[in-house]
């Protein structure tokens, strides 16, 4: 299907308001997960440098809360680790798999496995004391 030119204007103006909206996704250590492929990325990714996987959902305010910390922390530690968004709806298998009941879930990865999980958001501090826990491991 090739676009009209009313559909290439509404195109254009929503990757200038994704871009807008969601700044972080041109940061290449955090990246969205959209299927089970991107997913084992992440996790063959894990062998060499900490994952962090944000499971999240539309509507949850800690959800809310956490992601410009944990995205934020993702820029400044530039590249020592990757962060993972995972939205819990769309990603069912991967949130199954990995038997995540709650929003937000921070889960760590090393060497394919989980290292650590954190439920909820209490602080911006808690998370990067957690964060710095998986990464000193």
Known sequence: ??????????????????????????????????????????????????????FWKHGCPPCEQLSPVIQGFAQADQGRWTLGLVNGFSQKAVKERLGVEWFPTLLALRDGAEV?????????DTVRWWLDEHLEA
């Open 1 to 54: 299907h090739t676009l009209t030119g009313d559909e290439t204007v509404l195109r254009t103006w929503l990757d200038e308001r994704l871009k807008r909206e969601h700044p972080v996704l041109a940061d290449p250590n955090i990246v969205e997960v959209t299927d089970e492929a991107t997913f084992e990325t992440l996790l063959a990714a894990s062998r060499e440098r900490l994952v962090v996987l944000d």
């Open 116 to 124: 650590g999980r954190a439920i909820d958001y209490e602080s911006s």
